[in-house]
């Protein structure tokens, strides 16, 4: 089946604008993660969501950045006013449930540059 | 704070070598241990996971070493190929549903030689 796709796999854009980056889970699965991918960080844990309930968002790294999960599938996370130093690989990924030993299925990413 | 540390960041194996790949946690509510392999340009994918109640785990040519008092854990590719060069990354969540995130060590890119 299909796995997890992310749109654009590119973006390049000015610092101060906003962008929008999105993420299309594995049908069925109920959670959903976004992650940053900075070259030798590693990846970092922005944000997740499980069926209805509310996201936890404890990764976010700062109030620019946030994101929403509408009708419990498609997952469009906003960073407004980037900065340098938010240019990154942007992951998704979803598991059938938000238990942490259930298998993260990751999408490509969306590589971000800000110029 | 980091709370999942791995080492080395790099690695050069010869085909059929040993590759070996450490990583140590500080926090003993982790239950729950994957790796995950991830090639340029794709996101990465789910290789092998162990829980605490064992000490070792083996899937193929890959098996995870658990050592728990010593709050270690690593992960051995047997006859390593030169298909097997990626990045590789260590993880640790909260597994039995009280946190669904994943900690992430840096990754370790793994070259091996033909």
């Known amino acids: 089946g299909a796995g997890v796709s992310q749109s654009p796999s590119n973006k390049v854009t000015e610092k101060g604008k906003d962008v929008e980056l999105r993420c299309d889970p594995i049908?069925?699965?109920?959670?959903l993660y976004w992650y940053r991918q900075s070259l030798g960080q590693g990846l970092e844990f922005l944000i997740y969501?499980?069926?209805?309930?509310?996201?936890?968002k404890s990764g976010l790294p700062s109030d620019r950045f946030s994101a929403e999960r509408t009708g419990g599938s498609v997952s469009t996370l906003t960073i407004q006013r980037t900065q340098q130093e938010d240019s990154a690989v942007y992951l998704c990924?979803?598991?059938?449930?938000?238990?942490?030993?259930?298998?993260?299925?990751f999408g490509p990413g969306t590589r971000l540059t800000v110029t | 704070q980091q709370q999942v540390k791995q080492s080395p960041q790099s690695l050069i194996v010869q085909k059929g070598g040993i590759s070996i790949i450490n990583c140590a946690y500080e926090?003993?509510?982790?239950?729950?241990f994957p790796w995950y392999q991830q090639f340029p340009g794709k996101g990465p994918a789910l290789l092998i996971a162990?829980?605490?109640?064992?000490s070792e785990k083996k899937e193929g040519r890959f098996t995870i070493s658990f050592n728990k008092s010593a709050k270690q854990f690593s992960l051995h590719i047997m006859d390593s190929q030169p298909g097997d060069s990626a990045t590789y990354f260590c993880?640790?969540?909260f597994g039995g549903g009280s946190q669904g995130n994943l900690i992430f060590g840096k990754g370790t890119k793994l070259s091996v030689k033909p």
């Open positions: 049908s069925g699965h109920t959670a």
């Open positions: 162990i829980r605490p109640d064992v």
């Open positions: 969501f499980q069926g209805n309930s509310a996201p936890d």
């Open positions: 990924a979803s598991s059938l449930v938000w238990d942490g030993s259930y298998e993260q299925y």
């Open positions: 926090n003993t509510a982790f239950d729950y």
């Open positions: 993880a640790a969540s």
